[in-house]
Nanobody, 130 residues
Framework: QIQLVESGGGLVQAGGSLRLSCVAS????????VGWFRQAPGKEREFVAA????????IYADSVKGRFTISRVNAKNTLYLQMNSLKPEDTAVYYC???????????????????????WGQGTQVTVSS
């Protein structure tokens, strides 16, 4: 089992920044990926960004490229999402997730489907006001 706990959400004005954190505990894994998804009211949960556990290769949704940065600090078992130039349409609950059954690297990019991730955090609310 893996436990994931997100923090860092809040209310911010459009154009502002937030940094989300996700602390992982439990079993370790070395071949999958960790990532962020988000879900706005009335919408499906969608992929935001992911990073390979093995070599740090990153992928992003087109909607956040150039504005969001995913990173990890292995020694702290912590995943981050730096969100800059926030827009009202970024408002959502943000979830941290772990894909422990897949294999990802530079040659095999992290997966981006919700059903491919095995463990989830409880979510943290991000609200961007216009």
């Amino acid at each position: 089992q893996i436990q994931l706990v997100e923090s860092g959400g809040g209310l911010v004005q459009a154009g502002g920044s937030l940094r989300l954190s996700c602390v992982a505990s439990g079993r370790t894994f070395s071949n999958g990926a960790v990532g962020w998804f988000r879900q706005a009211p009335g919408k499906e949960r969608e992929f935001v960004a992911a990073i390979s556990v093995s070599d740090g290769y990153k992928i992003y949704a087109d909607s956040v490229k150039g504005r969001f940065t995913i990173s990890r600090v292995n020694a702290k078992n912590t995943l981050y999402l730096q969100m800059n130039s926030l827009k009202p349409e970024d408002t959502a609950v943000y979830y941290c997730a772990a894909d422990v059954t897949g294999y990802s690297s530079r040659n095999y990019p992290p997966r981006d489907r919700r059903d491919q991730y095995d463990f989830w955090g409880q979510g943290t609310q991000v609200t961007v006001s216009s």
